[in-house]
């Protein structure tokens, strides 16, 4: 069955330092992509990166890169020099290429930036 | 911004009552998602729309309804109101929705609260 999982409930972290946001994944298809949204407390989704199944390369966007792991199935955000306003609710979510699906979403992650 | 609109931004409503939730979708996008995001539940896929016609089915009520009209903006009807349906509900889009592995890019989401 589809599944994504998202391990750290919350998590605080100074400001300036890096953060790995945990992301893992199950599923048999091989067209798959990944995605990561990030929620602050005013509450819309912003979309942050993408990932796709057949990309050997990991994808970045500024600050953002994922960490694709594609034998173990997992797909961890990074964000480098963590700023206050990175302070949020992270959610990792997996759609499928090949069949007309739901994109299913993990349980967020909530990152908190200490000054 | 994500280009995507919803209105109204806030709704407070009484059981049994039924309300009509709006999006626009980005310019382009021929697909259009809901979701519905409780404390319990999670973000939960609800339906999607792809030119016009229904395309995947989730977890969404009978007493639920949506539309996407030939302009493209779409409708989610949600009737006979519970405190259960008390919800942020997203509207999404992406270009196509072929699939599920295009971006899908969100409005900041319509607050029910049913009283």
């Known amino acids: 069955a589809q599944k994504i999982t998202q391990t750290q409930p919350g998590m605080f972290v100074q400001e300036k330092e890096a953060v790995t946001l945990d992301c893992t994944y199950d599923?048999?298809?091989?067209?798959?992509?990944l995605f990561w949204y990030k929620q602050p407390s005013s509450g819309e989704m912003i979309f942050l990166i993408y990932?796709?199944?057949?990309?050997?390369q990991n994808a970045t966007e500024g600050r953002y890169s994922l960490n694709f792991q594609k034998a173990r199935k997992s797909a961890n955000l990074v964000i480098s020099a963590s700023q206050l306003g990175d302070s949020a609710m992270y959610f990792c979510?997996?759609?499928?290429?090949?069949?007309?699906?739901?994109?299913?979403f993990g349980k967020g992650t909530r990152l908190h930036i200490l000054p | 911004d994500s280009g995507v609109t919803q209105t109204p931004k806030h709704l407070i409503t009484a059981t049994g009552q039924r309300v009509t939730l709006r999006c626009s979708p980005r310019?382009?996008?021929?697909?259009v998602y809901w979701y519905q995001q409780s404390l319990d539940q999670g973000l939960q896929f609800l339906i999607q729309?792809?030119?016009?016609?229904?395309?995947a089915k989730g977890n969404i009520l009978e007493r639920f309804s949506a539309q996407q009209f030939p302009d493209l903006h779409s409708e989610l009807n949600l009737s006979s109101l519970e405190l259960g349906d008390s919800a942020l509900y997203f509207c999404?889009?992406?270009?196509?929705?072929?699939?599920?592995?295009?971006?899908?890019?969100f409005g900041p989401g319509t607050r029910l609260t049913v009283l």
């Open positions: 999404a889009s992406s270009v196509e929705g072929r699939r599920n592995t295009d971006t899908q890019y």
């Open positions: 729309y792809y030119n016009g016609e229904e395309r």
């Open positions: 979510a997996m759609g499928w290429g090949n069949r007309d699906d739901k994109i299913i």
């Open positions: 599923t048999s298809d091989q067209s798959y992509g």
């Open positions: 990932q796709g199944s057949y990309d050997e």
């Open positions: 310019s382009g996008d021929l697909s």
